[in-house]
């Protein structure tokens, strides 16, 4: 899908608004960049023509990068001006309440009636947001992930009014730029930030613990489980791994912390029903019998090549003696 002829606003020129933005502007669409004043979103603009030189130059970007952000991108002298004709609109404002209220305000009243409208929050209930916008039916968070022009994640967030035929178009917006869509309630933390913090959060335990310093914990988050993350999530990570094995270790787990471990209600009803994962033919993930060959010989082949990758890029520059 191209979004060539679509005119799209970004409300917020920085960081996040500005790549969202680039992207926009590299799948084709005409975008219409706003932010506090027209200085503000016009300085920014012009960051985002230098930035994507410099991304072409890194061989991040297509080479004529530059030149589409510049020819696509334009700056707004208002909110309202961004916004008329366009049939997409992503809000990417500070993260305050009363910050999103008064810019949605200002935005859903000179919008087109039939005009999308998502908001980029990244933990702020949408409900909650919608509020303030006029015809709420056609909001919703559309959020992206830091930085934008890289991470191919996007939680596609409706709140208990929006309407659902307005996501399929959205989430082939999302398709348009590169990007991969995931439908998510409106809880509190979404998908990404709750298990985020929730990592962050047992990370930070085992330093206080002193069971490991931040450096080692972050070595073993990057050299296993988390080296497996970008092919498989926590499911298919279950699953192949066997549900009884999980369900043992939480057992293990819950000799010290009987609640911060107890095993999760479907994984128990998993094991119950026999279904142990791969290995019995199906788990939280169904994968017929004589495909598993199949899926251990992808798994064998990515991690192979992302450990290559990962020599051939070298270790991250953090500071400090690399301990890899």
Known sequence: MTLSGRTVAVIGSGYMGGGIAQVLALAGARVRLADVDAGTAAADRDRLVREADAFAADGLFPA????????????????????????????????????????????????????????????????????????????????????????????????????????P?????VRAVGKQPARISDADGFVLNRLQYALFSEASQLVDEGVASAEDVDTIVRTTFGFRLPFFGPFAIADMAGLDVYAFCFASLQGRWPERFATPRALAEHVENGRLGTKSGGGFLDVPA??????????????????????ELGPAPLGGEDRS
Do not use: C, W
């Not at 178009?169 to 917006?173: F, K, N, P, R």
């Not at 004589?290 to 020599?311: C, F, G, I, K, T």
């Open 64 to 167: 004529h990068a530059a030149d589409t952000v510049a020819e696509q991108v334009g700056a707004a002298a208002s909110y309202e001006d961004a916004v008329d004709g366009a049939d997409f609109v992503e809000e990417a404002v500070p993260e305050r309440i009363e910050v999103k209220h008064d810019v949605l305000r200002r935005v859903s009243a000179a919008a087109a009636p039939d005009a999308v409208i998502g908001s980029n929050t990244s933990t702020i209930l949408i409900g909650r947001i919608a509020e303030a916008v006029q015809r709420p039916e056609r909001f919703l968070g559309v959020h992206f992930s830091n930085p934008a022009p890289f991470i191919p994640g996007v939680e596609v967030i409706a709140h208990a009014g929006t309407d659902p035929a307005i996501l």
């Open 169 to 173: 178009g959205v989430e082939d917006l």
């Open 290 to 311: 004589d495909r598993v060959p199949e899926l251990v010989a992808y798994r064998n082949r990515a991690y192979a090549r992302m450990a290559q990758l990962l020599d």
